[in-house]
C-alpha cells in the first residue's frame, strides 16, 4: 500500500529553488485516507469539526466555521458584521486583493489605508486620523464627512506575517462602534503582544491556499467568539437550511463549505504549524543576516510582535543596490531562483476603480522596491545559500543584470 507520495512527482524540476510550497511530511496521507475509507469525503465529517475545533482552539477563540476558501470567510465575516451596501469599511491598501473584493461582494466601498514604513502593516495613525477628522458621528453612526456614507468596519491585513499595530485601531473601533475583522492568512502563528492573530478584533479570517503557512490544497477559517456570529456562519455557509430534513430556507445562503478531504488535510497540517512557523523564522533570520548588504532593507519585527515570517520579504534601493527589485527578480529568475514583488497597491488597482483613490507614498514605495524571496519551510541551507549568493554576486557586480547592449 503507497502511502507515501512518489518522489518522481516532486511539483518542480529539480534545480528550481520555488518562492514557496507546500511542505506534506505529517498526518495527511493518513487522514486522507480515512475519509476515503470511511466515504467522508464530502461537505460535512469528522474532519470538518476537527479542524474547527483545533484551529479555535490553536487561535483562542471559542468557534471556528471552516469555509471553502479565505475570500469566502472574509465575505461571511462582513455580512455578520452588518455592513450594508453602500457603507464603507477601512481597509489596507498594501495587501492581497482578496479583502477589498469582498467588501465589493456586499455592496460596500473600500477605504484605503496607507502603510506605515517601519513593518509594512496597516498604518495605525492613518486610522484614527481618517475616523477622527475625515468623518463625523451623526444618527448614531459614523459617517465619512466627504461621501456621507456610513463607516462601518475595518480589516487590518497582517501582511506577510508580521502583525498589524492592533491597539490604536481597536480603541478607536470600540469608540465608534466599527467592527474589527482581522485578515490573519498571513499571520497564523504569529502573535501581537502576546495574543494570536485573528482572536484580537471580533472576527479572525484565515485562508489556507497552497501558498499559505499550511495548506488543505484550498480552504478557508472563520473565528470568533461570538456564540451568535458562529451559528450565523455555519448558517450562512451552509445554504441557509432552516430544518434538519426539509429543504426550507428563510435567506439566501452560500455553498462555502469545506469538504471533509481537505479538512483532513488541514488537521495534520495544524500539527505541523510550530515546526513551520519555526523553520520560517529560522529561514528570515539566516536572510537577514547574509543578505546585510547596502540597498537591501529586511523585513523587520517590532518588540511587541512575533512574526510567523510567511514570506520573506527585502526592500531594494536602485541608487544603494545599484539594479532595481525586477532587475533582481529576472537576473535571479535565470539563475532558476523564483522571487516575486508584492501586490499593486488596490487604491491602483483598475478592479477597484471608483473607489477612494488618494495617493498612498508608503505603499506605493514598498510595492517599487518590494521582493519576496524563496522560503518554503522545507528549503534546505544549502538551497537558501545559492539565493544569498546569487543576491551577493549581483550586488558585487560579477553577474550582469542584464544581457549586455551591443555598442
Ligand atoms: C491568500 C489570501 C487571501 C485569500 O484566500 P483564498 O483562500 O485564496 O481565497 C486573503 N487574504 C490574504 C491576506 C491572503 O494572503
Redesign the pocket.
Known amino acids: 500500500m503507497m502511502t507515501q507520495r512518489p518522489k518522481s512527482e516532486a511539483p518542480h524540476a529539480l534545480d528550481l529553488v520555488p518562492l514557496a510550497v507546500p511542505t506534506i511530511q505529517g498526518n495527511e496521507w493518513r487522514y486522507i485516507k480515512e475519509c476515503l475509507d470511511t466515504n467522508w469525503v464530502s461537505s460535512v465529517g469528522p474532519f470538518v469539526d476537527r479542524f474547527e475545533n483545533d484551529i479555535a482552539a490553536r487561535v483562542g477563540t471559542r468557534f471556528g466555521i471552516a469555509t471553502v ?6 465575505h461571511v465575516a462582513l455580512m455578520l458584521a452588518g455592513v450594508q451596501p453602500d457603507d464603507e469599511v477601512l481597509v489596507s491598501a498594501l ?2 486583493i ?2 477589498v473584493n469582498a467588501i465589493r461582494y456586499v455592496g460596500a466601498w473600500p477605504i484605503f489605508i496607507d502603510a506605515e514604513p517601519d513593518y509594512w502593516q496597516m498604518d495605525p495613525s492613518g486610522v484614527v486620523d481618517f475616523v477622527e477628522h475625515g468623518c463625523r458621528w451623526h444618527n448614531g453612526a459614523l459617517h465619512n464627512r466627504l461621501t456621507g456614507r456610513r463607516v462601518s468596519a475595518v480589516i487590518p ?3 506577510l506575517g508580521h502583525p498589524v499595530d492592533l491597539d490604536p485601531i481597536i480603541e478607536i473601533s470600540r469608540k465608534y462602534n466599527l467592527k474589527v475583522i482581522e ?1 490573519a ?2 499571520g497564523l502563528g504569529a502573535t501581537y503582544k502576546g495574543r494570536s492573530l485573528g482572536s484580537i478584533g471580533d472576527i479572525g ?1 484565515f ?3 497552497g ?2 503557512i499550511i495548506t488543505t490544497g ?3 477559517m472563520l473565528v470568533t467568539s461570538n456564540e451568535e456570529w458562529a451559528r450565523k456562519a455555519k448558517y450562512l455557509t451552509t445554504q441557509a437550511k432552516d430544518d434538519s430534513t426539509e429543504y426550507i430556507h428563510s435567506e439566501i445562503g452560500y455553498n462555502y463549505r469545506l469538504p471533509n478531504l481537505l479538512a483532513a488535510m488541514g488537521c495534520a497540517q495544524l500539527e505541523q504549524l510550530e515546526t513551520f512557523v519555526a523553520a520560517k523564522k529560522r529561514i528570515a533570520a539566516r536572510y537577514t543576516e547574509g543578505l546585510s548588504l547596502p540597498g537591501i532593507s529586511p523585513m523587520k519585527e517590532a518588540l511587541w510582535a512575533s512574526s510567523s515570517s510567511w514570506l520573506y520579504t527585502i526592500l531594494v534601493d536602485k541608487a544603494a543596490f545599484g539594479t532595481d527589485s525586477r532587475q533582481l527578480m529576472r537576473s535571479l529568475s535565470s539563475k532558476n531562483i523564483q522571487t516575486r514583488p508584492l501586490w499593486q497597491p488596490i487604491h491602483l488597482s483598475k478592479a477597484h476603480r471608483g473607489s477612494d483613490a488618494i495617493r498612498m507614498p508608503v505603499a506605493e514605495r514598498l510595492y517599487e522596491q518590494a521582493l519576496s524571496l524563496p522560503c518554503t519551510t522545507s528549503l534546505g541551507d544549502e538551497e537558501q545559500n545559492k539565493v544569498i549568493e546569487q543576491v551577493r554576486a549581483i550586488a558585487a557586480g560579477t553577474i550582469p543584470q542584464e544581457a549586455p547592449l551591443c555598442n
Not at 69 to 74: E, F, I, M, Q, S
Open positions: 476558501n479565505g475570500t469566502a470567510a472574509l495587501t492581497f482578496a479583502p491585513v497582517h501582511i485578515d492568512t498571513e479570517c485562508s489556507f491556499n501558498n499559505k484550498g480552504g478557508g
